[in-house]
């Protein structure tokens, strides 16, 4: 059982391979279709997925796939249908049936499906056998570090890692078989957002917190009063912070990200959170801003006055 269970997912993982092969082939927004009318579907072609480490081939062995194909032939015959599997004793290779060969594979169904229907079948199907196991995943590898333009092999299989779990949850998570699909774009930009991941990650530790924290600085905070943005700031305060301090990074903000121009400002003030900030120090804070000629809006118009969002968010110009 247990045995069993195991080369059940790592069929599974096969199959998963194999589609990241098909998506990472067909152009950007081509979609192809996970378990749907099989394991793997275009609007061209239809494959079921076998994977048999620890068998020998024999003909019988995949009469019930070709019989899965047969039927779907007989609902649309305009398809490419293959069956895709590897065994233990096969070599990687394509191979187009006479009808005798889908006879022999059909054995005692054989009589089931007249010979128009066998003869057109044939002609629309491709049994492939495929390289193992491990021969797949490496060119998938190699697929992914050409498509991301990466020559480190850690940096692919942590693309890879993520295109797979993608995958899955694409299949586990869409009770609605029409939503289990995907298209090389949406790779792409999975692949994008990750690198930007693991750049950052890579920088900071590379080069220290300090050339860092300029970087960020120089990527989210060099343009300041933009029109139609919405600006948040959250500071986090550890509880020993005097009053002054406090309101100087809040005078420092307002200054950078609110700067009065001829023209109207399309954008308001910014938003700023203090987070952990003691009612007490609050009320001084803004108390002090108020006293030096600044407008204070925090949605709270007068004492014990309930929340206002009208108020928070009317632009003061």
């Not at 279709?33 to 081939?57: C, S």
């Not at 065994?87 to 022999?104: A, G, N, R």
């Not at 407008?295 to 928070?312: L, Q």
């Amino acid at each position: 059982m247990a045995d069993g269970g195991y080369y059940a997912i790592k069929g599974f993982e096969f199959q998963i391979d194999k589609t990241i092969l098909l998506i990472l082939d067909s152009e950007d927004h081509t979609p192809v279709f996970l378990e749907q009318i099989q394991d793997i579907n275009t609007d061209g072609y239809v494959i079921q997925v076998k994977y048999k480490e620890t068998q020998d081939y024999i003909p019988s062995k995949i009469k019930d796939p070709i019989i899965q194909l047969i039927s779907e032939y007989q609902k649309d015959s305009s398809k490419i249908y293959y069956l895709y599997c590897y065994f233990k004793d096969t070599q990687e290779v394509i191979k187009t049936l006479t009808t005798e060969e889908l006879d022999s594979i059909l054995g005692n169904k054989k009589g089931n499906f007249d010979a128009t229907l066998k003869r057109g079948f044939v002609s629309s199907f491709k049994l492939q056998f495929s390289k193992s196991f491990q021969e797949q995943f490496e060119k998938v590898i190699i697929e992914i570090q050409t498509l991301a333009i990466c020559s480190d092999f850690d940096e692919a299989l942590i693309h890879y890692g993520c295109i797979t779990n993608h995958l899955r949850k694409i299949v586990v998570m869409n009770t609605n078989i029409g939503c289990r699909t995907c298209t090389k774009k949406e790779l792409l930009k999975l692949i994008s957002r990750n690198r930007k991941t693991i750049f950052d990650s890579a920088y900071r530790t590379y080069k220290g917190d300090e050339k860092y924290f300029l970087f960020i600085k120089k990527q989210h905070f060099t343009f300041r009063n933009i029109d139609n943005w919405e600006r948040f700031f959250i500071i986090e305060l550890l509880g020993n912070e005097n009053i002054s301090s406090i309101k100087s990074v809040v005078l420092n903000i307002k200054d950078k990200f609110y700067k009065k121009h001829m023209r109207a400002i399309k954008s308001g003030a910014p938003y700023i959170f203090l987070k952990g900030i003691s009612m007490e120090t609050l009320k001084t804070l803004k108390r002090e801003l108020i006293s030096d000629g600044n407008v204070v809006k925090d949605g709270y118009d007068f004492k014990d006055a309930d929340f206002n969002f009208n108020s928070i968010t009317e632009k003061k110009l």
